[in-house]
């Protein structure tokens, strides 16, 4: 099979790529028109035209709910909703029922997803056994499983000597840590941020020291065990400067940003819908300026879309008695476009790029996000200039927790492509 994708902006942070031309594929992997070995064989020309080609987007942060949570999600229609939001690759969270924390459920989700999923679906394991911070998880069986990093997400690992050892076993394994940065203690009972909307409301507050505490306690890990540590789901000013000053020292610490994080504020809780409660918690505009402006320089080297269906049930209840949490997966590439590159101006194009390609495939030492030649043919068609408007009745998933249903976005995914085969298109 051959496809020759056709006059497009070709954009591969990758490789400092960015010019006009033609991209080709062969039996999957992409190739240099002269090394294309059945020059004979028909051809699969895609117009591109007006489009920016670019690796395909990886996202690190994903809930597929699968095992035990099909109610919310599956991998299959998780991985619609990744292609639908222009996602080749997604990494799967361990917070499943069971919890993915030994090998034999790392080799189930492998197996499922090699029979239904429409894209490349990674897995991580659990630092400990049920996610309950006390026991390490088995590390090494799950590498050999397949894992490609170690998190407790939906969970933070509170004993400071339990995570001193799970990095230390990270590192003889190769595996990056992810945190999910939660100081339980100081967070409490919160439902979101502690400010000025938590006071008019009367709602537990989440205050941002407890995220921070946990970036702290990271850098200084991270630092004592010369080992590296991802900070998840980004949501406070304060944590963006305690990255950057430990970044500036060499510290081995790096970070992502959710779409929900830049586009919205604490007060988006007024109307005490539960569609709009996550963790950690909207925050306020001081806090949105502080995380653009670490994406900006450089600070913040990801994005993700901690994407996390819920059923509508599971919603529409009091406030306090909601689970966090939103879809993201088709809304993302869309509110990071919109919001970084044509409303703030913060960044441009192939530097949005760089955040959802190669800089999480390096993190998790993944041989994707790049245009190069040999690679897997794994591709996204961009349109950044396309307005639309999202409506998440027509989701694939079977949740609809979205606070964006209605909401217009200009920039949009409008062609995936897999192993040399599209998997959706507009």
């Known amino acids: 099979m051959i496809t020759k994708i056709t006059g497009g902006r070709i954009i591969d942070p990758a490789n400092g790529r960015d010019e006009i031309g033609d991209l080709w594929i062969e039996d999957g992997v992409i190739v240099d028109s002269s090394q294309i070995q059945n020059p004979k064989s028909e051809i699969d020309e895609i117009d591109a035209q007006g489009l920016v080609v670019a690796p395909g987007l990886i996202d690190l942060h994903v809930h597929f709910r699968e095992p035990g949570q099909s109610h919310k999600e599956t991998i299959g229609t998780g991985s619609e909703a990744a292609a639908r939001g222009g996602f080749t690759s997604v990494v799967c969270m361990p917070n499943t029922n069971p919890p993915a924390d030994n090998p034999a459920t790392i080799r189930w989700i492998h197996e499922r997803a090699a029979q239904i999923a429409k894209v490349?679906?990674?897995?991580?394991?659990?630092?400990?056994?049920?996610?309950?911070?006390?026991?390490?998880?088995?590390?090494?069986?799950?590498?050999n499983a397949g894992i490609v990093a170690i998190t407790d997400d939906g969970h933070c690992v509170q004993n400071n000597e339990v995570m001193r050892r799970a990095l230390e076993y990270a590192r003889m394994f190769d595996l990056p840590l992810l945190d999910h940065c939660q100081d339980y203690g100081l967070v409490g009972n919160g439902i979101m941020h502690e400010g000025e909307w938590s006071v008019r409301l009367g709602l537990p507050g989440w205050p941002r020291t407890g995220e921070e505490m946990i970036v702290a306690r990271n850098i200084l890990l991270s630092e004592l065990c010369d080992a590296p540590i991802h900070c998840q789901h980004m949501s406070s000013g304060g944590s963006v400067r305690l990255l950057r000053e430990a970044r500036a020292r060499g510290v081995k610490i790096s970070a992502e940003v959710c779409p929900h994080h830049i586009a919205l504020t604490d007060e988006a809780l007024k109307g005490?819908?539960?569609?709009?409660?996550?963790?950690?918690?909207?925050?306020?505009?001081?806090?949105?300026?502080?995380?653009?402006?670490?994406?900006?320089?450089?600070?913040?080297?990801?994005?993700?879309?901690?994407?996390?269906?819920?059923?509508?049930?599971?919603?529409?209840?009091?406030l306090d008695q909601?689970?966090?949490?939103?879809?993201?997966?088709?809304?993302?590439?869309?509110?990071?476009?919109?919001?970084l590159v044509h409303q703030r101006a913060a960044i441009d194009l192939p530097r949005l790029i760089a955040l959802l390609t190669i800089n999480p495939a390096r993190l998790l030492r993944l041989d994707r996000g790049t245009l190069s030649t040999g690679a897997p043919a794994d591709v996204t068609l961009l349109d950044p200039a396309r307005e639309w408007t999202y409506d998440v009745t027509q989701t694939p998933?079977?949740?609809?927790?979205?606070?964006?249903h209605g909401a217009t976005f200009r920039g949009r995914a409008v062609r995936t492509i897999v192993a040399g085969k599209t998997v959706w298109s507009l």
């Open 120 to 143: 490349n679906v990674f897995c991580t394991g659990g630092i400990t056994k049920g996610l309950k911070g006390e026991e390490l998880a088995p590390i090494g069986s799950m590498k």
């Open 272 to 318: 005490y819908d539960a569609n709009f409660k996550m963790n950690p918690p909207l925050r306020t505009a001081a806090d949105i300026n502080l995380l653009i402006e670490g994406i900006a320089d450089g600070t913040i080297d990801i994005l993700a879309s901690d994407h996390a269906p819920h059923a509508a049930y599971e919603k529409e209840v009091e």
């Open 322 to 339: 909601a689970p966090f949490g939103i879809l993201g997966l088709e809304t993302e590439f869309a509110i990071f476009c919109d919001v």
């Open 397 to 404: 998933s079977p949740s609809r927790n979205s606070p964006f």
